[in-house]
């Protein structure tokens, strides 16, 4: 049985199931596997199964500690008809690119592919490690994951979730998708701050003594600090290779290029364990907007998170200190514990770090990074539709732009958000002349502009009631946590 790791104390080993239900370590290192403990992919054997089938044996590769049955439960649970497409992704040709279209779930985002499977694994996890506690699901999100999450949990039994997102640093689809969320088990709050601060709420959350002592609670993490949350991303890249071969686009073990959109690093880190194990991936791409702290350190091997923070029109992107940076430092050091946790360190006391010669050479041999500024992102937007009639989010744009400065084929640009969330940036793009009363008469002017129909979750969602109204500063978010579990408990 593959067993994860801390990566900042090796000697804290855990299974998987634990893993799952834990989050983080209270340390607040991170969970990871030991790449080389686990099997080599046999891609052959997985060639002609469709994504269901490709989900549960990938889920049971990494969480074996998990019955098969309740595996399968758990995929024919999650990835049924909320999604529009059979697959639940989609691969289309887009120009002289292929695009891996991870966004036809319930929320209209990639997030949708690891978060309607999630609270199924937890489930399953609990009855696994025999845990009657209720558990108290914590998110920090720059826009996507926080809707996915809370769909996800919403009432599902002996949990509750609380989402923590910036004020005014997500797009408004985005903050009414969550705003109006229902379920008796919900709970969001803005933040008066940016991205980097939520996550640091979550974080600390799970270092405090007084939450850390509650025999009531089992604090999780919904963010792709957890391992159930990351693997379930792992399985599009192996679906997406396994396409190009049954089209004849390649043939078996030849290898291709990935251009993930980057903000938290989770995404493009699947990609990167896929290619670890064997999925033939020659570079992975790295794409970053404005907030360009992961392309400095993909091309100089110094983390460097003291920057001004910009708000830009791919706000999932707006992050300066990226989470799974950390287990990637965790495999490129072969597992060395106290080097990651010394990089840690300086970030937190420092705001910066700089890898050994080693890990950078890694860093070169798997990624290359490119930068886009937001007339870039737009110019990128406009070539794309006036070439092909496809619209592109601004998060996936930036995917695309960077695939085609790479150059090199075959390679797959990962589109991770419908255009239609971010209606406005895209119509504008388009035709900058383009003015409407609000974002929903975007979504119809967009609509004009494509083929494709608008997401049943986005075309009433004007209709719906805000049902959390909570804001607070970045130093009350502890205090929020300890007193909604008080509410919880009596």
């Known amino acids: 049985m593959p067993n994860l790791y801390n990566t900042r104390n090796i000697n804290e080993k855990v299974s998987p199931s634990l893993a799952i239900i834990k989050g983080m370590a209270a340390d607040q290192g991170l969970y990871c596997f030991k790449l080389d403990e686990i099997l080599k992919f046999d891609l052959e054997a997985w060639q002609k199964l469709n994504y269901q089938q490709l989900a549960k044996v990938l889920i049971k590769h990494f969480f074996d500690d998990l019955d098969e049955k309740m595996i399968e439960a758990c995929v024919l649970q999650a990835y049924d008809s909320k999604f529009d497409v059979p697959e639940c992704v989609k691969l ?269 050479e890694q860093l070169q041999e798997n990624f290359v990074a490119y930068t886009f500024d937001d007339e870039m992102t737009k110019q990128q937007i406009k070539k794309l539709y006036l070439e092909t009639k496809h619209c592109l989010d601004p998060h996936s744009a930036i995917a695309y732009a960077a695939a085609e400065k790479y150059g090199k084929l075959p390679t797959v640009a990962v589109a991770t958000a419908s255009p239609y969330k971010f209606a406005k940036d895209v119509c504008q793009a388009i035709d900058h002349s383009c003015k409407k009363d609000d974002d929903f008469d975007y979504i119809a002017a967009l609509a004009s502009l494509t083929d494709e129909p608008i997401p049943t979750s986005l075309k009433y969602l004007y209709d719906l009631p805000i049902n959390h109204h909570q804001i607070i500063t970045k130093d009350q978010g502890i205090q929020v946590i300890i007193n909604n579990i008080k509410e919880m408990i009596k």
């Open 92 to 360: 289309q040709k887009y120009g002289q690119l292929h695009v891996l279209e991870t966004y036809h779930g319930p929320t209209c985002a990639f997030k949708d592919m690891a978060l309607t499977i999630l609270p199924y694994l937890l489930t399953c996890a609990y009855q696994k490690q025999q845990i009657n506690k209720q558990i108290y699901i914590l998110c920090a999100t720059s826009g996507d994951t926080g809707k996915a999450a809370l769909e996800g949990f919403k009432d599902v039994k002996n949990t509750y979730i609380t989402v923590f997102f910036p004020q005014e640093n997500v797009s408004y689809i985005q903050a009414q998708q969550m705003l109006t969320t229902s379920g008796k088990n919900t709970n969001v709050i803005q933040v008066k701050g940016n991205f980097d601060d939520c996550q640091k709420i979550v974080k600390d959350c799970f270092e405090d003594q007084t939450l850390k002592d509650n025999q009531s609670i089992q604090l999780s993490s919904a963010n792709s600090i957890n391992i159930g949350r990351l693997v379930p991303q792992i399985i599009y890249y192996v679906w997406s290779y396994l396409q190009l071969v049954n089209n004849g686009t390649i043939k078996m073990n030849d290898k291709i290029n990935f251009s993930v959109p980057c903000g938290n690093f989770g995404n493009i880190l699947a990609a990167f364990i896929a290619k670890k194990l064997g999925l033939p991936i020659d570079k992975l791409i790295v794409a970053t907007n404005r907030n360009d702290v992961l392309a400095e350190f993909i091309q100089t091997g110094h983390y460097d998170s003291r920057r001004e923070f910009h708000k830009t029109i791919s706000p999932s992107m707006d992050i300066l200190i990226s989470s799974n940076i950390e287990r990637l430092l965790f495999i490129l050091s072969n597992y060395d514990d106290q080097s990651v946790k010394n990089y840690m360190h300086q970030l937190k006391e420092q705001g910066h770090y700089t890898v050994d010669a080693t890990i950078f």
